[in-house]
């Protein structure tokens, strides 16, 4: 017998994504045809700034036998087109492969005479009157209302949804209407950016912890994690579970609970907490580091991307220890980590991501030996001396 008390499953806080993803629609009220011209006009205003995806099933005129190899037996096939890549599988998609599918979408429109989403854009129109009756349901988050060929929202949906007044009602031609309707949504769903700062490693090329180094007057760990307030809805500094006892009152910690992976793992750990956020992630171990680098990294955040980051003085490369990692990067985290990385710098390099010039020259330059030590010892004196 399993007692009552036995967990078997740890609590984890699950990302807030529907069937497709955090942000999705599903059409619903209008012929398949019609749906599908309306996500074309919607996905060709919005795919410059968001990553739009479309969700459908086929009808009577695409049906047919698998494609190609699926025919005698194979579960996956992947063809390189010229424009686009394209994969076809035998394997029935279940939520989790779909989610996985799709999450690098900011914005997922659906067929909703095929599938359902999170939130609804209703057509109202006479021919799908019974069709629409039918699937009333699923009608449990209606955004907006558009008209097609009626003057007003159908009486059984009005009884459905008490607060119909409240919803926009549009005209299904007004493209202009819905598109900036759209746009304010997902403005509106732009994800929190927290910050992190980085105070779990050894520091053992450098003989002593660096987050307590005190460049600028108080411990750098509790300097940053200031300097982040001013931009950030929370602020936590990454730490060892050993160190808790270590911060003092009055700073958020947020332990490693992914082990023996250095930042790679403090970065996971932080979207486990919070999956739904964005993460603003600071090294402790960059002394330069000064409010209008910061400003000017959260200015050009780029929440299409995965991440947005600064390209190094130093080689060149995407600098992984002061960048914005968007809630989707999670999967991409994970994805790598499965597949034997635990490189947060690998991971922008192999991503889709925002690269930005630093404004100053220095500024991203970090301390991780005694000479270091040194060096940038000379040079903030110089800098506050000239000050």
Same mark, same amino acid.
């Given at each position: ?103 690098? %979408? ?12 999170? %939130? ?29 060929? %009626? ?43 927290? +910050?992190?700062?980085?105070?779990? +490693? ?59 992976? +250095?930042?790679?793992? %403090? ?121």
């Amino acid at each position: 017998m399993t007692s009552k008390e036995h967990k078997k499953h740890s609590k984890l806080t699950r990302p807030a994504t529907g069937n497709f993803g955090r942000n999705e629609w599903a059409i619903v009220g209008a012929p398949c045809d019609d749906i599908k011209l309306l996500a074309e006009r919607i996905i060709s205003a919005l795919s410059p700034k968001y990553k739009c995806a479309y969700a459908d099933a086929a009808h009577d005129d695409e049906a047919g036998q698998p494609a190609g190899r699926l025919a005698s037996g194979a579960v996956l096939e992947y063809t390189n087109h010229t424009d686009f890549h394209q994969f076809n599988t035998s394997k029935g998609q279940n939520r989790t492969d779909i989610l996985q599918q799709f999450a690098n %979408a900011d914005l997922v429109l659906a067929n909703g005479n095929h599938h359902t989403a999170k %939130a609804q854009v209703v057509v109202i129109q006479q021919s799908k009157k019974a069709s629409l009756q039918k699937r009333v349901a699923q009608l449990t988050n209606v955004a907006l209302f558009l008209l097609a060929d %009626a003057d007003d929202v159908f009486d059984f949906v009005k009884e459905a949804i008490p607060n119909w007044q409240q919803i926009p009602i549009y005209r299904i031609e007004d493209t202009d209407k819905i598109i900036n309707f759209l746009q304010t949504k997902m403005q509106q769903v732009k994800p929190a950016l927290n +910050g992190l700062v980085l105070a779990g +490693g050894k520091s053992i090329r450098m003989g002593q912890d660096k987050g307590a180094f005190k460049w600028h007057g108080k411990e750098q760990r509790y300097y940053l994690a200031d300097l982040l307030k001013q931009h950030c809805d929370e602020v936590f500094i990454s730490c060892r579970s050993e160190q808790l006892s270590e911060i003092a009152v009055g700073y958020n910690t947020l332990p490693d609970t992914f082990i023996d992976l +250095g930042p790679y793992g %403090a970065i996971l750990s932080a979207f486990r907490a919070q999956p739904d956020s964005a993460w603003l992630v600071v090294a402790c171990d960059l002394p330069l580091l000064d409010a209008q680098t910061l400003s000017h990294l959260i200015a050009n955040r780029d929440t299409s991307a995965i991440a947005t980051t600064y390209k190094s003085d130093f080689d060149g490369f995407p600098e992984p220890l002061i960048t914005i990692w968007e809630p989707k990067s999670y999967a991409v985290l994970l994805a790598f980590l499965a597949q034997g990385y635990s490189c947060p710098r690998k991971v922008l390099i192999n991503s889709e991501t925002t690269i930005l010039e630093p404004l100053n020259a220095g500024v991203l330059t970090n301390v991780n030996t005694p000479e270091d030590f040194e060096k940038i010892k000379l040079q903030i004196q110089k800098i506050t001396a000239s000050t």
